[in-house]
């Protein structure tokens, strides 16, 4: 607790998260659009991963990167952030996951 | 913000693309489509270099604009449409050597965001080398 406490005194802070992709596209243009925008809005180095695929980790700013991972419905997504929002930008980015919010459009 | 003019044979087609990148921006971009050669109430297949000019004109702004053109005459029209600029405005414009659509969806996604006009255009020609079915994935 200590050392994430230092960690997160130097702006150093990294953490994770994983969410499941429900709809039954995937995690298709426009929603990788949504993720890219709200990923934007925060200074933290934010990245995903396709656990399901073990795909490479990738940028999620870029949304080249995010149709790589090719995520389907089921596919669990780790979505990693550094830096001083880091937890901010994951909370946000998740919401974006969730099935009650799955259809609206990124918070602006 | 950069601005995006989309060029191609079919007007069709641009307004297509215009319709699809146009779903990608969350900000103040604008997107105007030039296809085809007016004909009557129509146009048939070709590109039309003071068509493509009026629209830089229009939609020109000091961030810039990026043109998304098909191929063969619509890079000559382009080109040619840039020559009616004055130097100044022609500095800030740009034919983007992306594939159509997918640069036009990434340039208008990119443009949204704020960023430069050769970001936009980094982002949006980086879509020649993507893989649309990456054959390291797990095929399931």
Known sequence: MEDRNIREACGDSSHSTDVTVRHPLGLHLRKSKDVVQTASRFQAQITAQNLTRTSPVVNAKSILQLMQIQARQGHVIRLSAQGPDADDALAAISLLFDQRYYDLPAAQ | ?140
């Open chain 2, 1 to 140: 913000m950069v601005n995006l003019v989309i060029v191609s044979h079919s007007a069709r087609l641009a307004e297509g693309v215009k319709e699809l990148a146009g779903s990608m921006i969350d900000g103040d971009v604008t997107i105007i489509a030039v296809g085809g050669i007016a004909e009557g109430d129509d146009y048939r297949l070709g590109t039309d270099p003071m068509r493509i000019h009026a629209a830089l004109e229009e939609v020109w702004s000091e961030a810039g604009v990026l043109l998304l053109v098909d191929l063969g005459s619509a890079v000559l029209s382009a080109t040619l449409a840039l020559d009616f600029l004055t130097p100044e405005q022609r500095a800030t414009c740009l034919i983007s050597n992306a594939p159509l659509v997918e640069g036009a969806v990434i340039a208008a996604l990119e443009a949204g965001l704020g960023h430069s006009l050769e970001e936009v255009n980094q982002a949006a020609e980086a879509t020649a080398q993507f893989e649309k079915i990456p054959r390291s994935l797990n095929s399931y």
